[in-house]
């Protein structure tokens, strides 16, 4: 069984839309992350949450926005989306913050 | 601004070779330092990680890190056609950000 939940795979959005991107881990860690990997750019970090407190945000823009209802759960919503924001977006889990970081298997969003 | 450079950008090697990927960082404060492997389409995944000058050895990978030079690199014995990948050499601040580099492709041709 999947221990870290990604929804959806896939997702086609249109310029100036919005989109919330889910994650769901059942590994029982205390951290969770969101990275985004484009064909432009490495696999970059965006957020850092532990115990649902946000540790750090290295996005530029706004326009992404962390959500943490439970404690494993950690979802991404995009607003104004644009076509630069096509990328594979990865949620990821942690026991704590120096240990293993376990990746979801990552949700493809193309905006059009 | 943490920068981590990987080298090379790709690698060609026969099956049974022993291959070496190497790493830069730019932050001396940095704590952990890891390599991912991500084969294509998959999420990347944790080969090892290490924290402390010396060498770690788990099977087939063999990691050494050396703070003073900002340098760390995964050594692979005995590559398999399986070992065919991206790898993605990072590193760890003390909020859990990792910060990756562009990756080295590998290939082990069979």
């Known amino acids: 069984d999947p221990k870290i939940i990604q929804k959806p795979k896939y997702l086609v959005a249109v310029t100036g839309s919005e989109k919330i991107l889910i994650c769901e881990q059942y590994l029982g860690h205390n951290a969770m992350y969101w990275y985004r990997q484009s064909a432009k750019k490495p696999l970059e970090f965006m957020f850092s949450y532990s115990y649902q407190k946000l540790m750090d945000n290295q996005t530029a823009s706004s326009r992404f926005q962390p959500q943490s209802s439970k404690k494993n759960h950690l979802d991404l919503q995009i607003t104004a989306l644009k076509p630069d924001d096509s990328a594979t977006y990865f949620c990821?889990?942690?026991?704590?913050?120096?240990?293993?970081?376990?990746f979801g298997p990552g949700t493809r969003l193309l905006v059009l | 601004q943490q920068n981590v450079q990987q080298s090379p950008e790709s690698l060609i090697v026969p099956e049974g070779a022993r291959t070496s990927l190497n790493c830069t960082f730019s932050d001396s404060a940095s704590q952990y330092f890891w390599w991912y492997r991500q084969h294509s389409g998959k999420a990347p995944k944790a080969l090892m990680?290490?924290?402390?000058?010396g060498e770690k050895e788990e099977g087939r990978f063999t990691i050494h890190l050396n703070k003073a030079s900002l340098h760390f690199s995964l050594h692979i014995r005995d590559s398999q056609p399986s070992d065919s990948a991206l790898y993605l050499c990072a590193v760890t601040t003390n909020t859990g950000k990792l910060t990756f580099g562009d990756g080295t492709v590998l290939t082990v041709k069979p």
């Open positions: 990821a889990s942690s026991q704590d913050w120096q240990d293993t970081q376990y």
């Open positions: 990680s290490i924290f402390s000058n």
